[in-house]
């Protein structure tokens, strides 16, 4: 069975700090990993995506994850955040029945 | 081109009455699927389709929960004799192709059921 755990459910960070959004799996087989972004009244929109290719991945708007098999992660993180940066942002992890399996989310506000 | 929709946006209904909500997914895309989200939850996976052909409904709570794809398009999500628990924003996903888990699923707005 696979299962996703992100760590704080609110992250408030300021204007041009680092963003981490922390996120650890668990899964039978090698898994396929997602962040997704929710941004309000919108659908969610895929930030980046691991697939075995490379353990680092880069996003879209700044953002990268990296895939560690030893610590079962994939944390989220932007070196500088920005206002429009403020959004919900889910972890998901897909095997081979590809279907997802979300986290709870995490909501981040930006402080200017 | 445009996104996955679906409709309505918003329903409010009473306890005991059925609801229909429907998902309009991009154009060609194959595969088809409905994900549940409460409040403060991320998205539970209810059931997909490959075309047509409903593949896996593991997900759907009860047998009040039923969906369809009937012409490999357009898909319904119906909910017969609806409690209060039901409330929740449904969200639709549709994909490309079928048969890939790391396929990039495209997510419509939502419809937020409230059962009173």
Redesign the interface.
């Known amino acids: 069975a696979q299962s996703?755990t992100q760590l704080g459910?609110h992250v408030s960070v300021s204007e041009g700090a680092l963003v981490l959004l922390r996120c650890n799996y668990s899964s039978s087989v090698p898994p396929?990993l997602f962040w997704?972004v929710q941004y309000p009244?919108?659908?969610?929109?895929?930030l980046l995506?691991y697939?075995s290719a490379a353990t680092l991945v880069k996003g879209i708007n700044g953002f990268e994850a990296e895939f560690k098999k030893s610590e079962t992660s994939f944390h989220l993180t932007k070196p500088s955040a920005h206002m429009s940066d403020a959004a919900e942002y889910?972890c998901?992890v897909?095997?081979?029945?590809?279907?997802?399996?979300?986290?709870?989310?995490t909501t981040v506000t930006v402080r200017a | 081109g445009a996104?996955?929709s679906q409709s309505p946006r918003y329903k409010v209904t009473k306890r005991g009455q059925d609801v229909a909500l429907r998902c309009d997914p991009i154009s060609g895309h194959v595969?088809l699927?409905w994900?549940r989200q409460a409040l403060?939850?991320?998205?539970?996976?209810l059931t997909?389709f490959n075309y047509e052909a409903q593949q896996?409904k593991s997900?759907l709570p009860n047998d009040r929960f039923s969906a369809e794809r009937p012409e490999g398009s357009i898909s319904t999500l119906t909910i017969q004799r609806t409690e209060q628990r039901d409330s929740a924003m449904y969200?639709c996903?549709s994909s490309a192709t079928a048969?890939?888990?790391?396929?990039?699923?495209?997510?419509?707005?939502?419809t937020r059921l409230t059962v009173l």
Do not use: H, I, M, W
Not at chain 1, 41 to 46: E, F, K, R, S, V
Not at chain 1, 94 to 105: H, I, N, P, Q, V
């Open positions: 996703v459910s396929y997704y009244n919108q659908g969610l929109q895929l995506k697939t889910f998901a897909s095997e081979k029945d590809y279907k997802l399996s979300f986290g709870a989310g | 996104g996955v595969s699927y994900y403060g939850q991320g998205p539970e996976f997909y896996d997900g969200r996903a048969g890939v888990s790391y396929n990039e699923q495209f997510f419509g707005p939502g």
